[in-house]
């Protein structure tokens, strides 16, 4: 496949533009996803393409019948993606920040993950819900929230999360052509770091996790944003002689427990890194799957690094010191060790 250097955005946006151009039961849905309601009237459209403009371009090339832009009412437009999706549609839904999850749990919670299993298999959700997750843009305690656990926690969701521009326009693609509702989280602050991406369609199946670094000593699961950040600490330590394996995580439900346990059959040593907290969180259940699953694989205590249980400060030098940096990922793997 040719490839070129894009943005995380460009892929995300790539990868609408090619599913749409593929399949006409797509469309997308959300707030300010074309030009914003009521500016379609005063002939201004693609004003916005959604909250990090992700979407632009879309109307001019679909129309606005597969480009809808609703009111703020998150409750009101998953219901109706849903809906949607249940009659043969496949919406991808723009739900802006992971935040206002609350605002609109019942469509996914009680309706989206239940509905092919209330109906024997029936009924098809075909869902995609896109929304921003993770601190660092200082967005402020209700627009910085990680809460990739809560869709990971619910049966009958899958969730994913990319950690390059490469995944993101793969992991979409595949989770557009899924039959089951996916809530797909997209790390805000990694919406503008650049990465070979194929032109052509192409998928990276739902499931599936990646060794972004292969390494003999040592194993780091890491989720989004935090591989980055788990690289990084590798090549810190790997100037110490501590060969790091880095796993990106990047599907939580469904979750690639072979590719996760296959790293710590061959270092027996774990770091965990999530952006979230910790209480309920990825870290603690990957944790709980290593030993769990893994315990006679473990030569050492399994460390977890993660934010505090707190909400996202505002301000930058708090937001900066909440967010999991590559130095306390070293000191959990040096503390790994020398148990």
Known sequence: ?????????????????????????????????????????????????????????????FGAERVIDVPISEAGFLGMAV???????????????????????????NQAAKLR?????????????????????RSAAQHSQSLHAFTTAIPGLKTVVPSNPHDAKG?????????DPVVFCEPKTLYFTAGEVPAEPYTVPLGTAAVARPGRTLTIWAIGRMVAVALEAAETLAAEGIDAEVVDVRSLSPLDEATLLASLAHTGYL??????????????????????????????????????????PFSPVLEDAYVPSSAQVVAAARAALET
């Open 1 to 61: 496949m040719a490839s070129r250097t894009l943005t995380f955005v460009q892929a995300i946006n790539e990868a609408l533009h090619q599913a749409m151009e593929r399949d006409p039961t797509v469309v997308v849905i959300g707030e300010d996803v074309a030009g914003g309601a009521g500016r379609a009237a005063l002939g201004i459209e693609d004003a916005w393409g959604g909250i990090m403009g992700a979407t632009r371009g879309l109307i001019g090339r």
């Open 83 to 109: 809906g949607a999706a249940a009659t043969g549609l496949r919406p991808v839904a723009e739900l802006m920040f992971m935040d206002f999850l609350g605002v609109c749990l019942d469509p996914l919670l």
């Open 117 to 137: 299993y209330m109906f024997g298999g029936k009924v098809r959700v075909p869902l995609v819900v896109r929304t921003l997750i993770g601190a660092g843009l």
């Open 171 to 179: 992991l979409l693609l595949a989770a557009i052509a899924d039959d």
């Open 271 to 312: 770091v965990v890194v999530d952006e979230a907290p910790p209480r309920c969180g990825l870290a603690a259940d990957l944790a709980a799957l290593a030993v769990g699953r893994g315990f006679d694989l473990l030569r050492g205590p399994v460390k977890q690094v993660t934010a505090p249980h707190a909400p996202v």
